[in-house]
């Protein structure tokens, strides 16, 4: 058969003849492994770490502009409502505003909001130890 070219002799990623395919696919294999090496290499002697977290990126990075990190310690504090109340009366409640001191949150009925009024000041604790910045001094309950 004329024209027709077998697998073993073409090597179809690079469009070119290979006399010996085996031979080619360890030496690039070799040069892969070699190049990883020395990537890591690269990456020690410049003293990177692994990937860090944003939320622990974000305050060296706002650091220069104080209302920013009011504000992402206001979205910190919004989300671990469901922390502090626990999943089923998160289900039934969402922190949704934070004030001039007060946590505004809105519940489903008047049972919940009677419910969470109970718990208000094990709830300002929490959010007094975790987040003194804040300055939360009320929760305000609203259906």
């Not at 409502?81 to 001191?101: C, F, H, N, P, T």
């Not at 008047?110 to 975790?130: C, N």
Request: net charge positive.
């Amino acid at each position: 058969m004329q024209g027709v070219v077998t697998l073993r002799t073409f090597y179809p990623r690079f469009g070119t003849m290979v006399l010996d395919p085996e031979k080619e696919l360890k030496r690039l294999y070799s040069d892969r492994l070699k190049d990883r090496r020395q990537s890591k290499s690269k990456r020690r002697l410049r003293g990177e770490a692994s990937p860090q977290a944003l939320s622990n990126l974000l305050p060296s990075y706002f650091s220069k502009n104080p209302e920013t990190m009011t504000k992402i310690e206001t979205s910190r504090a919004l989300i671990a409502w469901s922390k502090y109340v626990g999943d089923s009366a998160a289900a039934q409640s969402q922190a949704i505003r934070l004030r001039a001191g007060t946590l505004t949150v809105k519940v489903t009925s008047p049972l919940w909001m009677q419910q969470l009024s109970l718990l208000k000041g094990k709830i300002l604790q929490h959010y007094r130890r975790d987040f003194p910045g804040l300055k939360i001094k009320n929760i305000f309950f609203t259906s």
